[in-house]
Nanobody
Framework: QVQLVESGGGLVQPGGSLRLSCAASGFTFSNYAMGWYRQAPGKQRELVATITNGGGSTNYADSVKGRFTISRGNAKNTVYLQMNELKPEDTALYYC?????????????WGQGTQVTVSS
């Protein structure tokens, strides 16, 4: 059974930091690209950051470049999101995603989300 379990969210003041973790199980983690997405109330889910299966390439939304860092530990089946210089507009439910495209199949898994609230 595929599971993605996020942790590390919480309430933080503007300018603060949080580190999100996503523990994966039930699939071959090293075969999957991983990503973090977020959804704020009343808004669509948006991409935050992605990392390739081997960790050699990353991609970030313009709004988080230079502040957030995605990384992965394939030995621990875990992906991380280090978030620095947090802003109120970063407040959202953050979701972990695992994806592997093997034509004609597109394997796409989601976690339940962890809440991040940036407020003074």
């Amino acid at each position: 059974q595929v599971q993605l379990v996020e942790s590390g969210g919480g309430l933080v003041q503007p300018g603060g930091s949080l580190r999100l973790s996503c523990a994966a199980s039930g699939f071959t983690f090293s075969n999957y690209a991983m990503g973090w997405y977020r959804q704020a109330p009343g808004k669509q889910r948006e991409l935050v950051a992605t990392i390739t299966n081997g960790g050699g390439s990353t991609n970030y939304a313009d709004s988080v470049k230079g502040r957030f860092t995605i990384s992965r530990g394939n030995a621990k089946n875990t992906v991380y999101l280090q978030m620095n210089e947090l802003k109120p507009e970063d407040t959202a439910l953050y979701y972990c995603n695992a994806r592997r495209v093997a034509h004609p199949y597109d394997y796409n898994y989601w976690g339940q989300g962890t809440q991040v609230t940036v407020s003074s």
